[in-house]
T-cell receptor, first 115, second 114 residues
Framework: QKEVEQNSGPLSVPEGAIASLNCTYSDRVSQSFFWYRQYSGKSPELIMSIYSNGDKEDGRFTAQLNKASQYVSLLIRDSQPSDSATYLCAVTPPGSGGGADGLTFGKGTHLIIQP | NAGVTQTPKFQVLKTGQSMTLQCAQDMNHNSMYWYRQDPGMGLRLIYYSASEGTTDKGEVPNGYNVSRLNKREFSLRLESAAPSQTSVYFC?????????????FGPGTRLTVT
């Protein structure tokens, strides 16, 4: 059973601080990793993808991948109240054609940025 | 460019009724997907279509059928709705980004089965 685990939260972070969201996955040979943001009542929105070990930065967001530890994280710098949402970690299972046949999602971490 | 669109946005069905959820994308993506999202369960894949003319089962296909009508459209049918199918249904399509596929979601359909 392929699993993607996230702490459900809520994770409360003061405005302007760094929010750190974590995700572990069970299948060692998973190939690609995604972070989605989902506001209440809305659909998931892709914010970061990462395929290689190390860090990937995009604006205030940094994704970090450690395949040896089966761990992927998302850092949000200078957190804003508008960052308050549920963050979903998603993993492409191995042998899935790079993701053409779907993603496995974690249950999400609810992030609250306190003004 | 509307991205991924879904109809209807809301639906209430009685047990045993049937309905079809519609999804269309205008991004020329080859792959399309149907997920359901339930509280505490996260997003789960129902069916997917890796290309026009093909469909495959995902994690939770029982009680559903799909049709890939053409490259743009992918529909999900509930033949005999059950209360356990009360959920939010999301359609997605994916773009190949190098060797990998990035998925983009539609706005969702909130379905209640009484």
């Amino acid at each position: 059973q392929k699993e993607v685990e996230q702490n459900s939260g809520p994770l409360s972070v003061p405005e302007g601080a760094i929010a750190s969201l974590n995700c572990t996955y069970s299948d060692r040979v998973s190939q690609s990793f995604f972070w989605y943001r989902q506001y209440s009542g809305k659909s998931p929105e892709l914010i970061m993808s990462i395929y290689s070990n190390g860090d990937k930065e995009d604006g205030r967001f940094t994704a970090q991948l450690n395949k040896a530890s089966q761990y992927v994280s998302l850092l949000i710098r200078d957190s804003q109240p508008s960052d308050s949402a549920t963050y979903l970690c998603a993993v492409t299972p191995p042998g899935s054609g790079g993701g053409a046949d779907g993603l496995t999602f974690g249950k999400g971490t609810h992030l609250i940025i306190q003004p | 460019n509307a991205g991924v669109t879904q109809t209807p946005k809301f639906q209430v069905l009685k047990t045993g009724q049937s309905m079809t959820l519609q999804c269309a994308q205008d991004m020329n993506h080859n792959s399309m997907y149907w997920y359901r999202q339930d509280p505490g369960m996260g997003l789960r894949l129902i069916y997917y279509s890796a290309s026009e003319g093909t469909t495959d089962k995902g994690e939770v296909p029982n009680g559903y059928n799909v049709s890939r009508l053409n490259k743009r459209e992918f529909s999900l049918r509930l033949e005999s709705a059950a209360p356990s199918q009360t959920s939010v249904y999301f359609c997605a399509s994916s773009e190949e980004a190098g060797a990998y596929y990035e998925q983009y979601f539609g706005p969702g359909t909130r379905l209640t089965v009484t």
